[in-house]
């Protein structure tokens, strides 16, 4: 149980596209969802938490208008990176938190890579 | 949340047990200690969490201190695929506090098996 997909694994894409990255709770309803980043050899920096029909609030330093959270359904939130730029090129994780529990249950990631 | 520090690496024996420490001196009466582990190119994977006393499951077992300031994640039995960078994070869980959703990650404990 408690299994949350991301889609799609990895993706490539020209600089000024923009991509969209879905994550699912396969099993469970996510009452909230998140989204991290990571760069090459560093931590998991949050990027913003979604509540299932309210809007998304971000971290500090985290452009809501680049990246776009939608988090429609109680087992799917995506996060749409747009005008994407070489700089945005890094590891995308989701997580999710079944209702009326504390843990986090992470994807598998997602790894874009901007050219 | 309360700041934990972790080493950055350590090697240990595959078959013997692995000790990984972790110091939150500043932790508050109401966080718990939270145990994940992150395989490269993945998403974390939640391992334990207890509040003040010994945690087993069939992961691993935790072992918090008296005072609380720090605690030790032990893999009983090291295998290769336990190879994976752990992280130690404290906070109040979710159920007590509204504010409590986040998880910050730290640098964590690169862990390398070797055979």
């Known amino acids: 149980g408690a299994v949350v997909s991301q889609h799609p694994s990895w993706v490539i894409c020209k600089s000024g596209t923009s991509v969209k990255i879905e994550c699912r709770s396969l099993d469970f309803q996510a009452t909230t969802m998140f989204w991290y980043r990571q760069f090459p050899k560093q931590s998991l920096m949050l990027m913003a938490t979604?509540?299932?029909?309210?809007?998304?609030?971000?971290e500090q330093g985290v452009e809501k208008d680049k990246f776009l959270i939608n988090h429609a359904s109680l087992t799917l939130s995506t996060l749409t990176v747009t005008s994407a730029h070489p700089e945005d090129s890094s590891f995308y994780i989701c997580?999710?938190?079944?209702?009326?529990?504390?843990?986090?249950?992470f994807g598998p990631g997602t790894r874009l890579t901007v050219l | 949340d309360a700041k934990t520090t972790q080493p950055p690496s350590m090697d240990c024996a595959e078959g013997r047990a692995a000790n990984l420490p972790c110091n939150h001196s500043?932790?508050?009466?109401?966080?718990?200690v939270y145990w994940y582990r992150q395989i490269h190119s993945q998403g974390p994977q939640y391992i334990i969490h207890g509040l003040k006393n010994n945690e087993t499951n069939e992961m691993a077992s935790l072992i918090i201190t008296e005072d609380r300031k720090s605690s030790t994640l032990i893999l009983p039995h090291a295998t290769l695929r336990d190879t994976a960078v752990y992280y130690c994070?404290?906070?109040?869980?979710?159920?007590?506090?509204?504010?409590?959703?986040?998880?910050?990650f730290g640098g964590g404990t690169r862990v390398l098996v070797k055979p």
């Open positions: 997580s999710a938190r079944p209702r009326g529990l504390n843990e986090q249950f």
């Open positions: 500043t932790i508050s009466g109401n966080e718990y």
């Open positions: 979604s509540n299932e029909g309210s809007k998304a609030t971000y």
């Open positions: 994070i404290v906070r109040v869980p979710i159920l007590i506090k509204a504010a409590g959703n986040k998880l910050t």
